[in-house]
């Protein structure tokens, strides 16, 4: 059933600075597409199916656009090192587990479970080097109705030996065949997903390149993270002026195809330049951010320049599923950077997180992550009646509150264009 009616306080971004939020209001789905929001619903509408949610708290689904499945067993480790440590230490040794198909079943059931019953309705999700495991994500992820961009990561220098590709040429072979293996899918699609510039030679770039124009695909991968990272492209990379330029030669940082570029906290103005030119979107992950030491991203005056910007949990630098969670440290991030760092950047609001986590990085998927007329129906019903509170709030006060404050508990029920993935009731 993709033709009903939903009831409650609908709350969804226009623009930046425009949250629209209508309560008692009424949210159409129309063959998966929102039709409009209604303060009073159109008499042709009254013979739709209707879900009554009254008093609750209805939001477009969140889209997370940096996540590592495979590292979602060891999230909460590790948290004292930096990037480069980081990825030694903990990374590599469990993806390289991801070779046992019965362990990537075990693991990726638990993922796609807890973030079936998160408020994210679409996701841009790394995976591992192994085709067998990748493929069997992106199928569970499909068979959740989750929407999602899926990528087998390609990696062949700098790295453990048993988590490398063979070769360039190899690595091709392989990675074109999981494009094809992959077409089966209905809610997931493939991402050309290169590690990032230390972790891929000349020649898997180049190969990467080909595949992309070939079966025009976007892009994820990784930017100006962490100062050591930046060091180590320079020398990798003489021939460049700055870390986007290694993927920019290949054409892998927009050139007419998406691309998704995680992190950006140290970017020049040159760089910033090409992303903002080549409209490449940037995946903020304050919470990794934080717990590698990396930085603050300047997210202030990418916004101010237009830059597509949505939010990444980046697990498992960041230790939770969350979206919430993930906008909370935005804000608190930004705070920080203001006063310590550069009070020309004025700190993020609610406003401005929340359209990052619905209409912002939703539009890497295309029309979606608000309740516009023509977008996408993906939508998340929150109860928030176990959050006591000593006199009633109106409904931008419960909104700005469940941004801190929102439980997996509280969600209950999703959609993701036009179809109920589940409903069930909170338990106080």
């Given at each position: 059933m993709r033709k009903f009616v939903i009831k409650g306080n609908i709350c969804y971004s226009k623009s930046i600075n425009e949250l629209c939020i209508t309560q008692d209001g009424y949210v159409v789905c129309e063959d998966g597409i929102c039709t409009g929001v209604y303060k009073k619903l159109p008499e042709h509408y009254e013979i739709l199916p209707f879900y009554d949610y009254t008093d609750k708290i209805i939001i477009p689904g969140f889209t997370d656009l940096h996540i590592h499945a495979p590292q979602y067993p060891f999230r909460g480790f590790g948290m004292d090192l930096e990037l480069i440590g980081w990825l030694n230490a903990h990374t590599f040794p469990e993806e390289a587990k991801y070779s046992d198909i019965e362990y990537a079943q075990n693991a990726y059931s638990i993922f796609t479970t807890d973030l079936l019953n998160s408020a994210t309705t679409r996701a841009c999700v790394f995976g591992t080097i192994h085709i067998p495991a990748t493929i069997l994500l992106m199928e569970k992820l499909d068979n959740a109705g989750i929407k999602a961009y899926v990528g087998k990561v390609n990696m062949d220098r700098n790295s453990p030996e048993y988590l490398c590709e063979k070769n360039a040429e190899q690595a091709f072979k392989d990675t074109e065949q999981w494009i094809k293996d992959s077409?089966?899918?209905?809610?997931?699609?493939?991402?050309?997903?290169?590690?990032?510039?230390?972790?891929?030679?000349?020649?898997?770039?180049?190969?990467?390149?080909?595949?992309?124009?070939?079966?025009?695909?976007?892009?994820?991968?990784?930017?100006?993270?962490?100062?050591?990272?930046?060091?180590?492209?320079?020398?990798?990379?003489?021939?460049?002026?700055?870390?986007?330029?290694?993927?920019?030669?290949?054409?892998?940082?927009?050139?007419?195809?998406?691309?998704?570029?995680?992190?950006?906290?140290?970017?020049?103005?040159?760089?910033?330049?090409?992303?903002?030119?080549?409209?490449?979107?940037?995946?903020?992950?304050?919470?990794?951010?934080?717990?590698?030491?990396?930085?603050?991203?300047?997210?202030?005056?990418?916004?101010?320049?237009?830059?597509?910007?949505?939010?990444?949990?980046?697990?498992?630098?960041?230790?939770?599923?969350?979206?919430?969670?993930?906008?909370?440290?935005?804000?608190?991030?930004?705070?920080?950077?203001?006063?310590?760092?550069?009070?020309?950047?004025?700190?993020?609001?609610?406003?401005?997180?929340?359209?990052?986590?619905?209409?912002?990085?939703?539009?890497?998927?295309?029309?979606?992550?608000?309740?516009?007329?023509?977008?996408?129906?993906?939508?998340?019903?929150?109860?928030?009646?176990?959050?006591?509170?000593?006199?009633?709030?109106?409904?931008?006060?419960?909104?700005?509150?469940?941004?801190y404050l929102a439980e997996d508990k509280n969600i209950v029920a999703k959609f993701v264009n036009g179809k109920k993935l589940f409903e069930r009731t909170v338990s106080n």
């Amino acid at each position: 059933m993709r033709k009903f009616v939903i009831k409650g306080n609908i709350c969804y971004s226009k623009s930046i600075n425009e949250l629209c939020i209508t309560q008692d209001g009424y949210v159409v789905c129309e063959d998966g597409i929102c039709t409009g929001v209604y303060k009073k619903l159109p008499e042709h509408y009254e013979i739709l199916p209707f879900y009554d949610y009254t008093d609750k708290i209805i939001i477009p689904g969140f889209t997370d656009l940096h996540i590592h499945a495979p590292q979602y067993p060891f999230r909460g480790f590790g948290m004292d090192l930096e990037l480069i440590g980081w990825l030694n230490a903990h990374t590599f040794p469990e993806e390289a587990k991801y070779s046992d198909i019965e362990y990537a079943q075990n693991a990726y059931s638990i993922f796609t479970t807890d973030l079936l019953n998160s408020a994210t309705t679409r996701a841009c999700v790394f995976g591992t080097i192994h085709i067998p495991a990748t493929i069997l994500l992106m199928e569970k992820l499909d068979n959740a109705g989750i929407k999602a961009y899926v990528g087998k990561v390609n990696m062949d220098r700098n790295s453990p030996e048993y988590l490398c590709e063979k070769n360039a040429e190899q690595a091709f072979k392989d990675t074109e065949q999981w494009i094809k293996d992959s077409a089966r899918f209905e809610n997931v699609k493939p991402i050309l997903t290169p590690r990032f510039i230390p972790a891929c030679s000349d020649s898997l770039m180049e190969k990467l390149s080909v595949l992309q124009k070939k079966y025009q695909l976007p892009v994820q991968s990784h930017l100006s993270e962490n100062t050591e990272e930046i060091q180590w492209v320079k020398e990798l990379c003489p021939g460049t002026a700055f870390y986007g330029e290694a993927y920019n030669k290949y054409g892998l940082f927009g050139n007419g195809f998406p691309a998704i570029m995680a992190h950006c906290i140290h970017s020049n103005e040159d760089e910033i330049n090409l992303i903002k030119e080549q409209n490449v979107f940037v995946a903020h992950c304050p919470e990794s951010n934080t717990n590698l030491s990396s930085g603050i991203a300047p997210i202030r005056a990418y916004l101010n320049l237009g830059i597509n910007t949505g939010l990444g949990t980046d697990i498992a630098a960041g230790s939770s599923l969350s979206v919430f969670k993930a906008m909370a440290m935005a804000i608190q991030c930004s705070k920080l950077r203001w006063r310590l760092q550069d009070q020309s950047l004025a700190p993020l609001g609610i406003k401005e997180v929340f359209y990052m986590a619905t209409k912002g990085g939703g539009k890497f998927f295309g029309k979606t992550g608000s309740f516009e007329k023509g977008y996408e129906f993906d939508a998340v019903i929150i109860d928030d009646s176990t959050i006591k509170h000593p006199y009633k709030l109106n409904t931008m006060e419960r909104l700005e509150r469940l941004v801190y404050l929102a439980e997996d508990k509280n969600i209950v029920a999703k959609f993701v264009n036009g179809k109920k993935l589940f409903e069930r009731t909170v338990s106080n």
